[in-house]
């Protein structure tokens, strides 16, 4: 039975720094360590005995991975223990990057918005993380640490597999680097689930549109899903698709059809394979349609 | 003398009363099962089944009697061996397995530890050999030949069967204009309650046994735990604690963690506390049954009903629970609200190596009326009649006589169908409205109390005290439907005290009278009658004081406003307290009044099915609206106006609250709610995964209406039926005629799932297409 147990024995640390962390993890493989950002997977993951890990390196201390930071480049940092909330309260986030606070705002309720973080979300690497696709199409980059020294690779090449990351045993999520955002740029996230209340998500598409003003046509478009396969991935076919060409009933069917065909969404208790594919078609559609409309009425809206 | 039994302005009655423990709940005060703390208590945790089907062939204990901290270790041994239950022909149930358990999550052993995280280390310490037997899990497949047997004493796995035929329903099809037959198809749901199951128990070292626990019904399970554990009953002490919800969840009867609570305790000679967590809840037993129904009805060519013809078959899972009267329930619910002259039920109840099932808020009416109104929206649409109009056509009316022997007194059931007419719009509506938005109306009716074989008579005790204020005892808890409330509002209104000076105590069987408790309706019907009879004995026993102080006959006294007036001279008059306090000082009295609710002067045959069942009947009608994503298959419910006669209501408050909750747990079972079980397994044992509605789910409480139909019941005490449950029997087949109104989609089988209906939606276009 894989029902909730209580909490395995472990031993617990709960260092300060991130240079703590990666001095801890040197050498450590990942079944015998396992790193805590909110615990809102993890916890229920050791409860069911999913990951029974000898030493559990709590890194709520670690204040320094605990941000939101505007770049001089107009960019944006985030710390991968930067919580949902605090997310969600960042005005910069609100003002430049509304997608995420979307985002944010349909992952559980407040109680597990006070605790979970977006590093956690990320490098948990659930094909149902909502985060992830959301920054998959922001152009996200994540900047990995270890003892070795730091490393940056982009978010869509973080998942190998179903649950994996390519991180290495010593290496830790530390940030989230966005791009400046895209002039006439407009993304969004839609989230389904049966319930309308909160839930687990059964299809989630993110949708980033940049707007070319003087063509009226995609300058550029970009997908991302979660449960859409066995990792959050990139429909970049789909996005093809519409590049260069102006918003047509046609053309949106078309990318739809094509990110059908790149997704292989699996068959569970909580969602046929069929239906999931059926929710891809519409949601890429409407995701589309709802960023471009974001996007054209922002351009339109400028002085 | 006292006799306010006509329709004249109340005191207290009527007037929306808030519910008197909503201070204690709101400020946490409220003081719950698992709020106990007791020196020296242990806390103990259930070893479970990890198979479906198994006999035990040992079991090793020692590993875990070793674990520091660990002070006893039970299993299905250390109990007589006697088997309990509900209903004498089906007890089935051990407190612990002996030696075979039939289904994942059955109770095997149990243990107590200092503390909880030791009660549960131990549990995987104790080594239980299994021979794994082979399992069913489909009531279809349970009933074939060759399958594997779960009980011994039930051949083909028939836990229950029952049967009825009233006229001639073989005849009735011959003469009917129109027949036709569905199948409906229904899931299986959880109660919800908010407050997972726990208990107390203390076996104190001269053999009296308490009990401390959320219990819906305490008598039952005292009973109960003297059956299991073979002592006498007057051994078994049951406190009610404040119960956080029960829609018949278990908190109705006895569970394994309550003998275990006792045999722990008695082992160890410290109180024990065992609390189910949320999981528990879930993968155990006590959920609505899942059935499939066929339905067959006949009717004239302007749609009234000649004939229906049932066959039911519930997945009862391993044991039977309350199960033998849910199936009969649901075939005596077959003659309500519609008149069906000519009927005939047969149904099973079959045990398959599930968790089991029993009541749940409306029991088997729910699925019943799903099945029924989903079909008569057939027959009224194939016919061109009306959905309003076929069902004012085959409603029943006051004073009818069921072809089962129901005897109806009030039945507003026309007023409910006009009043929901109005208040949700619906000729306005109905095909008027935009693509993929739908309106759908369901009806139902239910029951104010079953009259059982067993025991079903309601009792109340009521005792003065000297500042003129009560102590009310029944047998009936307060299961957060407001019984407290509405009882000393009875109390109350006869005392003409308020509602503050009525004390209602809690259930405890050594201190209040007998009573089967809180289920079926019954509480406001049964116990408040007996409730009002109590305090009609006290003030008769106070009028003979002071009539005899005043010089007046005490058939002209009255109870006003805590005094006691002369009603042929109103100006002759003294305090309640002043006459409270003469007859107790001067006179050596006690006031201390009686009342009791039988109405079990006729007998119901259940092998026939013949008999009125319960003393009152109520209708209801609701209509709602919905809009279908067509992309997506997912419903949004727009509205909800529904419309029962509960009679008078008593507190309109708690009626408008009950209301609402019956109509909200009706759409999370037609739209999101299924317990998810792969070969047994229990697939979504979290509130995450198993998914009620909440606030964002539901109308917003401008489209969510309801009326009260206001009629004097004249069984019922102040003229009241009951309010809890019936509101939600018409809510299912409201949403899938809505559902079917806005898609064309017809769906039979539930949830309502957004994967059926947007499926339902294609093959629909296909099939235009295909034209």
Redesign the interface.
Known sequence: ?T????LPRFEYLGPQSLAEVCGMIAGTSRDEVMLLAGGTDAILQMRRRERVPRRVIGLKGVAELDFVREQADGGLAIGAMTTLRTLLASPVVGRRYDLLRETAAQIGGNELRNVATVGGNIAGALPCADMSPALMTLGARIRLSSGRGDRWLPLEEFFPEFGRTVAADDEVLAEISLPPPASGGAGTYLK?H???????TVVGVSAYVVRDERSRTFGDLRLAYANGAPTVFRAKRAEAVLRGRALTEEGLEEAAETACAESSPRTS????GE?RL??IR??T??AIRQAWEKASSRQEARP | MMNRDSQREFQVLGKPTPKKDAPQKAAGRAEFADDISMPGMLHGKLLRSPHPHARIVAIDASLALALPGVRAVITGRDFPGVRYGNLPQTRDYLPLAIDTVRYIGEEVAAVAAVDEDTAEEALDLIRVEYEVLPAVFDPEEAMKQGAPQLHGQSPGNVSAHTESHFGDVEAAFAQADYVREDVFETQPVKQGMLEPHACVGLWDGFGKATLWSCKMSPYAVWRQLAMGLDIKPGDIRVVQTYVGGGFSGGKQEAMPMDFCALMLSKKTGRPVKLVHTMEEVLIIGHMRHPMKIWLRTGTTKDGRILAQHVKLLANGGAYSSIGGFSIFLAGAMINLPYRVPNMKFEADRVYTNNGFCGALRGHTVVQMCFARDSQLEKIAEDLAIDPLEIRRRNAIQDGDVTANGFRINTFAFDECITRVAEMSGWYNKKGKLPKYRGIGFGCGAHLSGARLMGHSASTAEMRMLEDGTVHLTTGSTDVGQGVETVMSMIAAEVLGVTVDDVHYLKVDSAATPLDPGTFGSRVTLFTGNAVKQAAEDICRQLAEVAGERMGVDPRDLMFFRHEIINRKDEKQRCSLKEIVRWGMFQQGRIFSGRGSYGYSEEKIDFRTGHGNLSPAYNPTACAVEVEVDPETGRVTVVGLWGADDSGTPLNPLAVKGQVIGAAVMSIGHALYENLIRVDGKVMNPSLRDYKMPQATDLPKLADFKHSNVITWEPEGPFGAKEAGQGAGTGVIAALANAVYDATGVRLTSLPMTPEHILFGMKRLQAQNRGQ
């Open positions: 039975m029902y909730l147990k209580r389904f049966d319930r309308h209340s909160m839930d687990m208790w909580r969602a046929n239906y059926e929710l519409a949601l559609k409407s």
